[in-house]
Each structure stands twice: as C-alpha cells, then as structure tokens.
Nanobody, 120 residues
C-alpha cells in the first residue's frame, strides 16, 4: 500500500520560513490531486493547499500569498513552501494524495504529519 512520509517541520520564529516535503513510497501513475492539510490542537483538520494533476492550485484564504504548493511528479513528491509564518500557522501538517485506482475509484492516502510550531 502507498505510504506518504512528510518532513521539514520544526520550530521557527514568526516571520520565518519552512519547506515541507511529502514523498510517496512508490511510483504512482494516476495522482488525481496532492494536498496539504493542517490540524491545530483542539481543532478540525483543514485544507491548506492543493494541486491537481493539471497543475491547478487552491489555497486557504489564510495562507494565500504566503504559502506555495508545488510538486515533482516524477518523484511522487509534493512540497509546501511556507513564508511569513505566524503563530496561527502552528499545527500538524499532513499531506494527502488522492489517487485514481484501476477501477477509477478515488482513494485518499495520508501521511503521518509533521509538526510546525511558530513562536512569537
């Protein structure tokens, strides 16, 4: 089964930057969409940014202009460049690959998450 592994999280001061990476354990032929989600303590998991197979990107309003999602399809990897970080960005960030199965069923694969903590 496909496994996703995130990396790049850590502790950073407000105004700083981090770059998150998420790589799949195997080559995936039909990735419908890649995305980053985050969950702060006591809150639900929310979408941060997504990128479709065609390259269309979507961002949460709170991160638009500060975060950039990009991909390396050849290596089944998605990145999230986070700039101008604020304490409100503190959360566990998880990547998700939405994959089209051979039966055309859409299946989601999630990483374990990486902690991002932004200090004042």
């Amino acid at each position: 089964q496909v496994q996703l592994v995130e990396s790049g999280g850590g502790l950073v001061q407000a105004g700083g930057s981090l770059r998150l990476s998420c790589a799949a354990s195997e080559n995936i032929f039909r990735i419908n969409e890649m995305g980053w989600y985050r969950q702060a303590p006591g809150k639900q998991r929310d979408m941060v940014a997504t990128i479709t197979a065609s390259g269309e990107t979507t961002y949460a309003g709170s991160v638009k202009g500060r975060f950039t999602i990009h991909r390396d399809n050849a290596n089944n990897t998605v990145y999230l460049q986070m700039n101008s970080l604020t304490p409100e960005d503190t959360a566990v960030y998880s990547c998700k690959f939405r994959i089209r199965t051979p039966t055309l069923y859409l299946r989601n694969y999630w990483g374990q998450g990486t902690q991002v903590t932004v200090s004042s």
